[in-house]
């Protein structure tokens, strides 16, 4: 397809489980964004690559979260050891560069740690 | 990071316009506002975004203050497709472009 591919759309994990999510930018799309939406909140950013390099990561709130992108394309995010506050949908999101580029959003993620 | 402030909800009726505020008075230069909605169980869809001068196209129309510290986003004829949480953002491309939400703004659109 021709929109950003986010996989699995559903997850269930028991806690201290490890998960790994997918995200599929658009092809070419230079910048790949992850964010973390909790219920009934706006998107929190997590981290942002540039190409391969992981540029931004101030957000992500512990080290337990690890995201990669190695070949510039597909990025996963990694979660070690998920705690019940991991709940959430995490959102991916990819844009080319230039000034007037638009972000587009995957559909997301729903992660729920049981 | 340079924050936005917008109501939390508002309503509407079917068929007239809507005029959704945002406030960004700590905004710098290189920043460009950017409007997303996001529909219930959807990720965030882009809607308009501009710098300076007033901005249209087939969704939305932009209309920015002078000093650039607040912003409105027009929908002329509210449909119920449009119910959804509106997005006021900032974007400095200088710094990756990473976009940054606030709560935003629930629409509501009755028949």
């Known amino acids: 397809g021709a929109g950003v591919s986010q996989s699995p759309r559903y997850k269930v994990a028991k806690r201290g489980q490890d998960v790994a999510l997918r995200c599929d930018p658009i092809s070419g799309h230079v910048s790949l964004f992850w964010y973390q939406q909790a219920l009934g909140q706006g998107p929190e950013f997590l981290t942002y690559?540039?190409?391969?390099?992981?540029?931004?990561k101030s957000g992500l709130p512990s080290d337990r979260f690890f995201a990669e992108r190695p070949e510039g394309s597909v990025s996963t995010l990694k979660i070690q050891r998920t705690q019940q506050e991991d709940s959430a949908v995490y959102l991916c999101a990819s844009s080319s560069t230039g000034r007037r580029a638009e972000a587009f959003f995957g559909q997301g993620t729903r992660l729920t740690v049981v | 990071d340079a924050k936005t402030t917008q109501p939390n909800s508002m309503e509407s009726n079917e068929e007239e316009p809507v005029h959704l505020p945002c406030n960004h008075s700590?905004?710098?230069?290189?920043?460009?506002i950017h409007w997303y909605r996001q529909l219930p169980s959807q990720g965030p869809e882009y809607v308009i975004h501009g710098l300076t001068s007033n901005v249209n196209n087939r969704m939305a129309s932009l209309a920015i203050a002078e000093d650039r510290k607040s912003s409105t986003l027009i929908l002329h004829r509210a449909t119920l497709r449009d119910a959804a949480v509106y997005y006021c953002?900032?974007?400095?491309?200088?710094?990756?472009?990473?976009?940054?939400f606030g709560q935003g703004t629930e629409l509501s659109v009755k028949p």
């Open positions: 690559f540039q190409n391969e390099a992981q540029l931004d």
């Open positions: 953002i900032l974007r400095d491309l200088n710094q990756g472009g990473k976009l940054i």
């Open positions: 700590t905004i710098s230069g290189t920043d460009y």
